[in-house]
């Protein structure tokens, strides 16, 4: 059968990544995969899908942000439950972390397949640009804020920093963790404590963080990667990105520790969350479709594709047993990070897409309004936190 | 002073496009260094050729052209049945008033104003209600619905400027509704029928949230692959790439404006002045 | 037998009574003509017997047949339009043909009525041409030319004229009459210009306000007026009015007082207040004027010629007074002239009720 | 002679209730759409946002939440204070934009043709083609600062997209680039159809042409003025892809407008209901603009 | 001193001459009325002596001031268009103060001048309204009064009464004759009805293709046709034609020899192809037709009673043939007419050439 497959990875790195996936299913299998990409991030491609599953006209599979997204799906009846294809292919044994699959479970059973893992809390640092300034590359927060003001006066910006909103609330998260430590952000992301959020270790917080809005005040790039390539050509100091920065450094031909340095968890708590993406498989009326679904399912999982898929697409496999000789410094530090433990959950398990975007409407706000206070910020942060669902 | 003046405006207008043909004939590297007015120093149609053939859309590679069929294919049905009902309701409602047909005008055109982002879901259930959802067909019924305010109006306008007594004249010679729609009515509309088709063409060739909402990638119009080719969000931007896919998806439309100017104003006039 | 009847029409539109309570006969072969003012409802009425207007009252017959509620074509009347309403994408054959073939009538029947209308209004050489490319009067023609292929027993004319120039008209006037006499329809025929009333009809029918006032021969509306509106309205110049008196058997105004014996009253009010109704061509100037019961004599104040003849405005007691002379006579401002009253051709109107005494 | 009652055809004197059925027919999908889609959706829309809908639709009532929520978010107040800059600003200016290139085309120029073509064109883009353009001209990196600032005045500062005070003005820019041409043909065909006795007239009153403008010409266009309105504003409403594509939205929330908020609302932070409440509260505001004056406008008005 | 002169006007549109080589004199005081059928160039003569149109040649003098290359409003001239041209949008008032307004007239004065033409075209109480809620006259009365306020010399009117109906345009046509005989302005006034030009003009105007064909009063040009084509454009109804030929000082046609002895020949060419030109008025019918020279028999074959006279259409040896008759004389399809005819006043006309003999 044809299995439309959904999904937003249209770049030339994600796209190559698709067609790992293509391939083998083409090649593994009857099926043919039909792809049906949309470019721009879930707020394009969310609508279509829902729109598809509501319609009764749903694809093959889907990309979703696993977590909480797809509760209510579920919930309708409209996914389609492959516990017996984890339950065949052993996925509770081979997925690390195990938070992977349990976001993909509802009920005991399991509806997506965790396709790679990406995390958050990196900062990106230019040598170049500290070379000129005069000043040592930092290792940590403390030493990036203080180089900050030799850098300005060399000409240059300190944070590069792009506009758009999931840029600038990932930023906050990741500082979070670095700054009020990973029992403050627990509290306040699993348990929703708004009483830690208003208090003290957050308040450090949203004061680093007025410091880095004034320090990526001259940065007026849009998209992610513009402010990446700020680094890459040393005109920034440095940025905090996901791990899919990396990809940029490689296409310029930088090297890790030579040209740029990874800093994990912003060289302060050295962990990491465990985002990622993952499959949802619509439920269909074919028996046929069905089957071919399951067969896409486990072959996503697979050794095999799980490394061809994660070396193009530059994130982490979700299976513990695979060796990636083939990477590079920064994804080994993860690896690393990953194979220690030292792991937390990514905001998409944890939070509503409504909570998630009331975090990025503030921080937007909050990022490029520099009247706003760190005071006033704080106090609507926790107001969020205190009303999640 | 008049030329003057003009002159200036018409270059206002201009710049835009000028920005986008310089820019879809320079290389990439020529773009990073240079700013958006200066001429291409290397003239490339390379940007054009990838555009066209070679982008990528997920693992499909070839281009717009993957969507240039399928956007044909929405266009002439919707464009001909949402004019075709348009006409008609503006028809009925200047020479076959009947009790309330007002009332429906009036929340017609208050339908104008409603984001339709809202009705997504609705009609999504409609669709699927009535079995129309995913096909080409529902597409085309979006497409005819949310035409139908405006060209209701234009319509409307239009055959109330008509002469009534032409319209009595073909009752007594015993033509019925459709008998004096279709011989009298259609033959003497031309200029607003250009309208109609200058506006949905233009609406529906550069919609994109209905065609990739309500059809499936077989159908997929070719701004689904634009969109692709110019929000991919990662990786480097080819402006130059975006430009020309720009400028490929605009030509139809383009084209049809140059082509018809003439009636265009003729016909607005017919239209759009009576209010 | 009556080729049209109208009982007790009522049309309103909305809230506005426009037609009220209006009964109508009209004999086979009659040419009716609806005169009235501007917004009288003539328009309306016709198209009540068109059927195209919905009716909220009454019933309409056309050759004793209740055609209340059929469609206009099935009534078998045929409407020319003031504005002629020709199809202009169409050839006037294509105009001539196209309620005919709506009737399904058979190709070679069509291609015959269409000769022969063609010959009647000859036109033989247009039928090719569209609408665009004729000249008023051929496009009132071909107007007429579709009622006329539909062979209809009644035909319908809503100031098919007025949009014609004044040499033009009186041209199409005299084809409309002949066509009336060589067909011998039922015609009726909406105007408000009095000539044409005058010169085509074999009845008029005044209306005013959505009620015929008057119905009877040019020859009675001109001479027997039913009441003071009609009188004014017809007659061209129009019908001179004095107000004064009537005291023992005289007319009375200013200081002035006019026999009228001779006029035939109706009624035996002989006094009250009236008013006297004098046609310009009553008042005789010159030779003839001596030989008339009343003579007067009155100063020109203003004159209009017209050719043939010249109108002449004057005060008669403080009151405003048009005459008509012949052309030849030569008179300047100032003149005086003297003049004779016909009061036996005289209308006399009570001033309250405005009919005749 | 009362030929009423022994006439065999006595009942067709009752009025057949198939008169115009024909018409109905006809009629139908526009009074499906009308009450179907844009009543019965807008009923639809109202009704959840009552409710706590996330991803689907759910009948699942809150009460006013969603409007208490929706009222003390800032992003959505921006939205609607944007909205209005825009609005009243796109208005004002396409109209007057519109009318002056009219009046200036309508004065017997030469190359007329060539003119309207080059102001109409950029009609037939799309807004998503519109904003980047525009995005990009606008650019201080590489649009029309870098230009001024090559020719020699280093301090020139133009980056209305990255000043939070002006990006709606720079949206103002395309968003009027995009839509006047079309304004300008409505009222090129309004000035058409002014009689000529009148222009000769002022001129033997002594009228200076734009005084004839204002006071004499605008006035008689109030159909066409009409027309023009409905679709600005309809436009105005609705403006979304347009920021999407120049500014998403920035810099900050600078940019944000309603629309823009209900689609986020809907389909990223899958709030549906919230959406659905701020739509219902765009819905209101047209709604009390509008109904009086299309009440007004098409219901009393005869034909002709 | 003349009032407004013209001389070697030419007006070309591109290619197209419309006006060539017109020269024109009008007297102070004069109404002189511009007749000519439509196309002819009447409007656009109209327009290029107010200013309205940029002449290709010759010039324009207004009260002995070279007006030619001036403004509009610089010129002294008031105009009254067909279509009214009122500002719909202001109130009569302010239609009247507009103009006056804008050349900074002081505000007492305009007041005082308001009041004036209100006075003379009596519309005092409608000065609040607009001209949506004004009659066809009352709108042509606020159109002229716009030009009244301004104070001009030289009134131009362009058919101001032809969107109107007959009888109010018979009223109007009166209504401006009194305005000015109590003006006292030179009124240039474009029509194409030849009975507005009779009755209003000092001296008529007629063109034809840009050019003038005759220019004087309205009797020379009703009594004294300068060609053909003017007798048959003034009258109404119109001149009959008979062609025939001169003979032996006889007029022959079909076998019918009409005597011509007392036809005034203007020239000395007494035979060729001729026609003859006869008013409706100038046959005589009944008593009088016996004392004429000539007198045949018509048979009456369609005739138009039109109240006061009668049209009645014969044929004249083979050549249709229109008389006029008093309305009370009776007649039926058929009846033989004993007619006289005034060979005296009829006119002769060259047949190539259209001049009169
Ligand atoms: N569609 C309509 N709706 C409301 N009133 C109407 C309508 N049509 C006509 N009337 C009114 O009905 C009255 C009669 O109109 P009608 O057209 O019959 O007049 P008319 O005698 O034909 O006048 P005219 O000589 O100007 O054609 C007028 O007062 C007019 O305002
Ligand atoms: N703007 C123009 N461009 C070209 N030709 C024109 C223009 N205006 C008038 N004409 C031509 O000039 C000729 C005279 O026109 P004009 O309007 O003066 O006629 P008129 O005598 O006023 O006719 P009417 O009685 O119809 O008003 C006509 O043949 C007309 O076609
Ligand atoms: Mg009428
Ligand atoms: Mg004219």
Redesign the interface.
């Known amino acids: 059968v044809d299995l439309e497959v959904t999904h937003w990875w249209t770049s030339g790195g994600e796209a190559a990544a698709v067609a790992e996936f293509a391939k083998a299913f083409d090649e593994n299998t009857s099926h043919k995969w039909v792809d049906g990409a949309i470019a721009g991030?879930?707020?394009t491609a969310?609508?279509i899908i829902?729109s598809r599953i509501?319609g009764g006209k749903p694809m093959g599979a889907t990309q979703l942000n696993h977590g909480r997204?797809?509760?209510?799906?579920i919930e309708?009846g409209l996914l389609l439950d492959i516990t017996d294809v984890a339950m065949a292919d052993g996925w509770k044994d081979v997925v690390n972390p195990s938070s992977l699959l349990d976001s993909c479970t509802l009920d005991g059973k399991i509806y997506c397949v965790p396709v790679n893992i990406h995390s958050w809390e990196w900062i990106w640092l230019s040598h170049q640009a500290y070379e000129d300034a005069g000043v040592a590359v930092p290792s940590n927060w403390e030493e990036f804020v203080a180089a900050a003001p030799a850098l300005e006066k060399a000409g240059k910006i300190p944070l590069a920093m792009g506009?758009?909103?999931w840029q600038r609330s990932g930023a906050f998260g990741v500082m979070s963790i670095a700054i009020a430590g990973i029992d403050a952000w627990k509290a306040v992301n699993i348990d929703k404590d708004a009483a830690v959020a208003a208090g003290p270790e957050y308040k450090k917080v949203f004061d680093a963080a007025v410091n880095a809005r004034a320090m990526a005040a001259n940065s007026?790039v849009?998209d992610w990667n513009q402010a990446t390539n700020m680094v890459i050509t040393g005109q920034a100091g440095g940025q905090i990105m996901g791990d899919w920065a990396q990809g940029e450094f490689q296409v310029a031909g930088q090297v890790a520790g030579e040209d740029y340095t990874c800093l994990p968890g912003l060289g302060a708590n050295e962990v990491i969350s465990t985002g990622g993406d993952a499959f949802y498989f619509p439920k269909q009326d074919d028996p046929e479709v069905t089957k071919a679904q399951k067969e896409l399912a486990s072959l996503m999982m697979s050794q095999a594709v799980q490394v061809a898929f994660n070396l193009k697409k530059g994130s982490l496999p979700v299976r513990g047993d695979i060796e990636l000789d083939t990477a590079n410094d920064c994804m080994k530090k993860g690896l690393k990070i990953l194979a220690d433990g030292n792991v937390l959950p990514s905001g998409d398990m944890l939070l509503?897409?409504?909570t998630?975007?009331?975090l990025e409407?503030l921080m937007?706000?909050f990022?490029?309004?520099t009247s706003y206070s760190a005071e006033d910020a704080q106090k609507r942060y926790a107001a969020i936190i205190g009303s999640a669902d | 002073m008049?030329?003057g003046?003009?002159i200036v405006?018409?270059l206002?207008?201009?710049?835009?496009?000028y920005?986008?043909v310089v820019?879809s004939m320079k290389g990439m590297p020529e773009i990073r260094i240079?700013?958006?007015?200066a001429p291409p120093v290397e003239i490339t149609f390379q940007p054009w050729v990838k555009a066209w053939s070679e982008a990528c859309t997920g693992i499909n590679c070839d281009g717009l052209s993957r969507g240039f069929g399928n956007s044909i294919q929405i266009l002439i049905p919707s464009v001909f049945l949402s004019i075709l009902?348009a006409s008609?309701?503006g028809?009925?409602?200047?020479n076959?008033?009947?009790k309330g047909?007002?009332?429906?005008?009036?929340?017609?055109?208050?339908?104008?104003?409603?984001?339709?982002?809202?009705?997504?879901?609705?009609?999504v259930i409609?669709l699927r209600e009535l079995g129309l959802y995913g096909s080409l067909w529902g597409l085309v019924l979006v497409h005819?619905?949310f035409g139908?305010?405006?060209l209701?109006?234009l319509f409307r306008?239009y055959f109330?400027s008509v002469p009534?007594e032409l319209f009595k004249a073909a009752r007594v010679d015993g033509a019925?509704?459709?008998g004096i729609?279709f011989k009298i009515m259609l033959p003497m509309a031309l200029p607003i029928f250009v309208v109609a088709i200058i506006l949905q063409v233009?609406g529906i060739w550069?919609d994109?949230l209905f065609g990739v909402i309500f059809t499936e990638p077989s159908l997929y119009p070719m701004?689904v692959q634009?969109?692709n080719i110019?929000n991919s969000v990662q990786g480097v931007k080819e402006?130059n790439v975006?430009?020309a896919a720009?400028l490929l998806?605009?030509l139809l439309?383009?084209v049809?404006?140059?082509v018809s100017?003439?009636l265009?104003?003729?016909g607005?006039?017919?239209g759009?002045?009576?209010? | 037998m009556s080729s049209v009847?109208i009982?007790n029409l009522d049309l309103n539109f909305e809230s506005v009574k426009v037609l009220k309570q209006l009964n109508l006969d009209i004999p086979e072969g009659e040419f009716l003509v609806l005169l009235g003012a501007s917004g009288c409802g003539k328009s309306t009425l016709l198209n009540c017997i068109a059927g195209l207007l919905?009716i909220s009252g009454g019933?309409i017959?056309i050759n004793?047949?209740?055609v209340?509620?059929?469609e206009p074509s099935e009534r078998g009347i045929g409407m020319v339009f003031q504005s002629y309403a020709l199809y202009p994408q169409m050839s006037v054959e294509g105009n001539l043909s196209f309620g005919l073939k709506n009737a399904k009538v058979p190709k070679d029947e069509i291609a015959k009525r269409i000769e022969r209308a063609a010959d009647i209004l000859q036109m033989k050489d247009l039928l090719k041409r569209k609408p665009g490319a004729l000249s008023g009067g051929q496009r009132q023609r071909v107007a007429i030319g579709r009622a006329l292929v539909r062979d209809v027993d009644v035909f319908l004319f809503d100031e098919p004229l007025s949009n014609l120039d004044a040499k033009l008209r009186a041209d199409l006037r005299v084809e409309i009459k002949r066509l009336h006499n060589q067909l011998g329809n039922t015609m009726i025929y909406v105007t408000h210009d009095q000539v044409e009333a005058m010169t085509l009809a074999d009845r008029i029918a005044i209306m005013r306000g959505g009620l015929i006032q008057q119905l009877g021969t040019p020859d009675e509306i001109y001479n027997h007026p039913a009441n003071k509106y009609v009188a004014d309205f017809i007659g061209s110049p129009s019908m001179n009015f004095i107000d004064g008196k009537l005291e023992d058997g005289q007319f009375c105004f200013a200081d002035i007082k006019v026999p009228t014996d001779v006029y035939p009253y109706t009624t035996d009010a002989r006094s009250g207040d009236v008013c006297l109704g004098i046609r310009p061509e009553h008042v005789i100037v010159g030779e003839g004027a001596e030989k008339l019961p009343y003579q007067t004599e009155l100063e020109v104040e203003l004159f209009e010629p017209m050719g043939s003849d010249t109108q002449i405005w004057t005060k008669w007691g403080g009151q405003s007074f048009r005459i008509r002379v012949d052309g030849q006579l030569k008179v300047a401002n100032g003149d005086k002239l003297k003049v004779g009253i016909k009061i036996e051709r005289c209308s006399m109107f009570d001033i309250k009720t405005e009919l005749p005494m | 002679m009362d030929?009423?009652k022994n006439?065999p055809?006595?009942e067709?004197?009752?009025?057949?209730w198939l008169?115009?059925i024909?018409?109905?027919i006809?009629?139908l999908?526009?009074?499906i759409?009308?009450?179907?889609?844009?009543?019965?959706?807008?009923i639809?829309?109202i009704v959840h946002s009552f409710t706590n809908s996330?991803?689907?639709?759910k009948m699942d009532f809150v009460g006013l939440d969603q409007y208490e929520r929706l009222w003390s978010?800032?992003?959505w107040l921006v939205s609607i204070e944007n909205l209005a800059i825009y609005g009243i600003c796109s208005l004002i200016l396409s109209l007057l934009i519109g009318f002056t290139?009219a009046t200036?085309?309508d004065?017997k120029?030469r190359f007329e043709?060539v003119?309207?073509?080059?102001?109409?064109?950029?009609?037939?883009?799309?807004?998503?083609?519109?904003g980047?353009?525009?995005q990009?001209?606008l650019?201080?990196?590489?649009?029309v600062q870098?230009?001024v600032r090559?020719m020699g005045f280093e301090n020139f500062v133009f980056?209305p997209l990255?000043d939070?005070q002006l990006a709606i003005y720079g949206i103002l820019i395309a968003g009027i680039?995009q839509g006047s041409?079309l304004i300008m043909?409505?009222m090129?065909?309004?000035l058409?159809?002014i009689?000529e006795?009148?222009w000769?007239?002022t001129?033997?009153?002594?009228?200076?042409t734009w005084?004839t403008y204002i006071?004499?010409i605008i006035?008689?266009?109030?159909?066409?003025f009409?027309?023009?309105l409905?679709?600005i504003?309809?436009g105005i409403?609705?403006v979304?892809d347009l920021v999407v594509a120049q500014?998403?939205?920035?810099?900050?929330?600078?940019t944000e407008v309603?629309?823009k908020y209900?689609?986020?609302?809907?389909?990223?932070?899958?709030?549906?209901a919230?959406?659905?409440a701020a739509?219902t509260m765009?819905?209101v505001t047209?709604?009390i603009i509008?109904?009086p004056w299309?009440?007004l406008?098409?219901?009393g008005k005869k034909?002709?």
Do not use: H
């Open positions: 991030s879930g707020g969310r609508p829902i509501l997204q797809a509760e209510e799906l309708e506009q758009q909103a007026k849009q509503s897409a409504d998630q975007g009331q409407d937007v706000e990022w490029s309004d | 008049l030329y003046v003009l405006m018409a206002y207008y201009l710049l835009p496009l920005v986008m820019t240079g700013n958006v007015f009902i008609v309701n028809y009925a409602l200047s076959w008033k009947f047909s007002e009332v429906f005008f009036t929340i017609l055109v208050i339908g104008a104003f409603i984001p339709y982002q809202v009705m997504l879901y609705p009609i409609i005819s619905v139908m305010p405006i209701t109006l306008n109330s009534e019925g509704f459709w729609y233009t550069n994109f701004t634009l969109n110019v402006y975006n430009m720009t998806t605009g439309p383009l049809i404006y140059l100017g003439k265009f104003v003729r607005i006039a017919a759009a002045v009576k209010g | 009847s009982r919905d019933q017959f004793d047949r209740n209340t509620w059929l | 030929r009423s006439s055809e006595s067709s004197a009752r009025r057949p008169k115009n024909n018409a109905k006809a009629a999908p526009m009074i759409t009308a009450l179907g889609i844009f009543v019965g959706c807008s639809w829309t996330r991803l689907l639709p978010t800032r992003r290139l200036l085309l004065r120029i043709g003119f309207r073509s080059i102001f109409l064109y950029p009609f037939a883009l799309s807004f998503i083609v519109t980047l353009v525009w990009w001209i650019n201080p990196e590489f649009g870098k230009i090559a980056d990255y939070p680039w041409g043909v409505i090129l065909a309004g058409r159809g009689d006795d009148i000769k007239a001129r033997v009153d002594g009228i200076p005084k006071v004499v006035p008689m266009m109030r159909g066409v009409v027309t023009a409905v679709l504003a309809s409403v609705k979304y500014t998403s939205g920035g810099p900050g929330i600078a309603p629309a209900v689609y986020d609302k809907m389909f990223a932070a899958q709030n549906l919230q959406g659905f739509s765009m819905l047209v709604a509008l109904v299309a009440y406008e098409f219901k034909r002709g």
